[in-house]
């Protein structure tokens, strides 16, 4: 089945920090690949995807690219925000099959 | 638009009480689907559904029920409540099944 693995945390950084959140995934088919997030009291929403290898997935000043060779998808920020305070969930979507999440990452950013 | 609704949001109830989580999407997914968030467990899918008439059990099922009458409408019930069905339920539906979702807000359940 479909499985990711990435890292807890918490992770905790100073604002204008550098973000990474590595996230490694194994799926059946051919996933596309999502990064969700989680604001505190609120239900999960797209924070950015890529359909295909060698994508590039971008919003709000996050990035992640769609590595097959490595199957990974890790998260990067140049300069994270106070605002970027949230659970940060890795998950493949493949056609047909439920998407699978991990526990997530949480990140605090300090003033 | 409204998107995802769920009601309601918080709810505490007593051991072996029944209750049904509202869920429902102004979107004409096809797919719908309710998970548990736990501290360190992440998201676990309890029931789907890929079409109006059609359920199916996901990672934890047990002690919950799902229809699907509408396309719009996926209620959860619980028919007696455990303390270990205290958590945060979201609902999450798609167009399709493995396509990006769109959540509810939540509903907080303490079972005491």
């Known amino acids: 089945g479909n499985s990711v693995t990435q890292m807890e945390g918490p992770v905790t950084l100073s604002e204008e920090a550098f973000l990474t959140i590595n996230c490694t995934y194994t799926a059946t088919g051919y996933p596309s690949l999502f990064w969700y997030v989680q604001y505190p009291g609120e239900g999960l929403q797209l924070l950015l995807k890529a359909t295909k290898a060698d994508d590039k997935g971008s919003n709000k000043g996050f990035e992640a690219t769609y590595r097959k060779e490595t199957t990974s998808f890790h998260l990067e920020k140049g300069s994270v925000q106070v605002s970027d305070s949230a659970v940060y969930f890795c998950?493949?979507?493949?056609?047909?099959?439920?998407?699978?999440f991990g526990p997530g990452t949480r990140l605090s950013v300090l003033p | 638009n409204a998107g995802v609704t769920q009601t309601p949001k918080f709810q505490v109830l007593k051991t072996g009480q029944s209750m049904t989580l509202q869920c429902a999407q102004d979107m004409n997914h096809e797919y719908m689907s309710w998970y548990r968030q736990d501290p360190g467990m992440g998201l676990r899918l309890i029931h789907y559904s890929v079409g109006a008439g059609i359920t199916d059990q996901g990672e934890v099922p047990n002690g919950y029920n799902v229809s699907r009458s509408t396309t719009e409408d996926f209620p959860l019930r619980l028919l007696s409540a455990a303390p270990s069905q205290t958590s945060v339920y979201f609902c999450?539906?798609?167009?399709?099944?493995?396509?990006?979702?769109?959540f509810g807000s939540g509903t907080q359940l303490s079972v005491l």
């Open positions: 998950a493949p979507g493949v056609y047909g099959q439920n998407f699978v």
């Open positions: 999450a539906s798609s167009y399709r099944v493995g396509e990006k979702l769109f």
